[in-house]
């Protein structure tokens, strides 16, 4: 017997063709995926719309599982932080950040991260496997069934960001489908700027995330010259920083000119003196960009320390008068280790986990 498959892991157009290879009418996913993302029904006899034999068959065959929340925090700034369980070994964390004008749901789409961002605490937990589309708009799900959305039809969750675990373009494909489910009217039904894909620089995958759809980019840049950030930002070794420059600005000609997200995490005496903001304005000089300047989050076993708050607004000020749009982006959640660059969950890597199986099956 062949295991149900999760409808969480179908976009509209992955559905409409599951139902039209079911002998069915296409239209049939437009009904379901309201329920799903309107409505939050995770059973079938709820979706009354729909007859009675193909509420069977659904039943018999498929299934609407979302992950399951195991524990949450919160910060006393607002901030909500939620484990998440993904399978027997692993989790990973989604964090709400709540602001006066919006509210703003981070979402991992790997668990862990094979990048190893010396200052990230994520990157330094390992790589287990990409997360499929139902566990990311999962995430989404969740989060949306805990603040009360379902009940009350009030959007709190205003912009996604895919800046938890993982490299959202590393797992491209599941991504975009979850991409699709978050801006289709069916779906969560955000406007394409509202949702955010960050990656610290897969050129190939930027490349079709702009063909692909009309969401917004975020740069994990970190350092303002090629060899720093091979250092600190070893993907850089693959992809230099003058290719990724370029295909920043393909990104953004594509896009009309509209600015891209810079992110800089702010490492004392690493690269925060007046030089290194000299040097980003020069590798942004022709990229319509926008800086959010990161005072590092520490974690432990780490040799990093946050830049002090003079030397931050020394370097914001270079790039101000550079007229670069510049922000120091204020830390949140910091006291349930919720902030940038601090995210874990429980990420069992693919060595401990053969190990693992091998010990139970002696």
Partial sequence: MTDKVNLLDYDRKSLELYFTEMGDKSFRAQQVLKWIYHQGAVDFESMT???KPLRAILEQNTCITPPEIISEQKSEDGTRKWLIQIDGGNSVETVFIPENDRGTLCISSQVGCPLECKFCSTGQQG??????????IGQVW???KALGYFENDKRIITNIVFMGMGEPLLNYDNVLKAINLLTDDLGFGLARRRVTVSTSGIIPEIDRLKEDTNVSLAISLHASNNELRNDIVPIN???????????????????????????YVML????????????????????????NLIP????PGTNYTCSEIKTIN??????????????TRKTRGDDIDAACGQLVGKVMAKAERHQKNRVELN
């Fill in 142 to 144: 969740a989060a949306n």
């Fill in 237 to 263: 070794r693959s992809y230099p920083m003058r290719d990724l420059l370029a295909a920043c600005k393909r990104f953004t000609e594509a896009r009309d000119n509209e600015p891209i997200t810079i992110e």
């Fill in 296 to 299: 590092f989050n520490t974690f």
């Fill in 127 to 136: 790589f287990n496997r990409n997360l499929s589309t139902s566990e990311i």
């Fill in 49 to 51: 719309n729909l007859s």
């Fill in 268 to 291: 004392k005496n690493v690269n925060d003196s007046l030089q290194d903001a000299h040097d980003l304005v020069d590798c942004l000089r022709d990229i319509p960009a926008k800086v």
């Fill in 314 to 327: 020394a370097f914001r000020d270079v790039l101000v008068k550079s007229n670069i749009i510049t922000i």
